[in-house]
């Protein structure tokens, strides 16, 4: 959505004017404010959120959020080893300083070991739980909101494994745990009893359905208002390759197609323009 390396940019200083949703907005007569960051984790997209909002307000604004979630690997952390060295201190953007985007290399060793605490699995639920809690905030002040996956849509694929419920020893009843309880049958029908008194259900083969409670959130964020760019939310990104639309080169990450040109924008606005999800809005 940053438009990134698009010659308006000025070699990305800048948002794009070129961005699908500049382009959207003056195909609809609308005024466009562009809070999207190059680089940025969901945790930083939520914090970009509640900062528009303040503008709003200032504003007098009835604004409609177009909210593009990137992947879910990528982790926002605000912590007092970036000061006088990261941009945004004292948050840090983790995934940035794998690739030393700082170029300091206590925060490059620092970002690779919170990577090897906080594993894929954590930062799945980290981001599920962001989406969550924007559009619940935005939804709490009436404010519309468009959501899209820009990148790809969230893949999750993972080892099954097994997973554990309850606590059998445990005399407090918990309504929680036996719902739970109750849901796993459709993870493994056979579930068992095994050490300490653990009831153990299997979990799925993604992320999405590794247990019934991740289930049941993944499901309720779908329940906000999405765009989607093709089949099972096809990310942006994706749907510009899959369409053989314009590429910039990752030069950092020696990706030889990463972000969607000037073209490829173009191409989005119109897919959107043509479906009815701005005109159900603005009717």
């Not at 009835?62 to 006088?84: E, S």
Request: glycine share 4%; net charge positive.
């Amino acid at each position: 959505m940053y438009g990134a390396d698009h010659k308006s940019t000025k070699n990305n200083t800048r948002p794009s004017n070129e961005a699908y949703t500049n382009l959207v907005a003056d195909h609809y007569n609308l005024k466009h404010y562009h809070f999207s960051v190059n680089g940025h984790s969901n945790q930083d997209i939520a914090r970009q959120v509640f900062i528009a909002t303040k503008f709003q307000e200032e504003n007098n604004l009835n604004p409609i959020y177009w909210i593009g979630w990137t992947k879910y690997k990528h982790l926002g952390l605000t912590h007092p080893i970036g000061k006088n060295k990261t941009r945004d201190w004292p948050h840090v953007r983790v995934h940035n300083e794998l690739i030393k985007d700082s170029k300091d290399e206590d925060l490059h060793k620092w970002a690779k070991d919170v990577y090897k605490v906080v594993d894929k699995m954590s930062r799945f639920v980290l981001s599920v739980n962001t989406v969550l809690q924007v559009n619940s905030f935005l939804k709490m002040k009436g404010l519309e909101a468009i959501n899209s996956f820009n990148s790809a849509t969230w893949k999750t694929e993972c080892t099954p494994s097994n997973y554990f419920i309850k606590n059998t020893k445990e005399p407090i009843e918990n309504l929680l745990e036996d719902w739970v309880e109750q849901k796993t049958k459709k993870f493994d029908k056979d579930y068992r009893y095994v050490t300490r008194g653990m009831i153990v259900g299997k979990s799925g083969n993604s992320y999405k359905t590794f247990d019934p409670y991740l289930e049941s959130l993944w499901q309720e964020i779908k329940k906000f208002k999405w765009f989607e760019w093709g089949i099972d939310d096809l990310g942006f990104q994706m749907w510009c390759r899959d369409n053989d639309l314009g590429m910039y080169p990752e030069k950092t990450q020696n990706i030889s197609t990463w972000h969607p040109d000037e073209k490829a924008h173009q191409e989005a606005a119109k897919k959107i323009i043509n479906s009815s999800i701005m005109g159900d809005i603005l009717k």
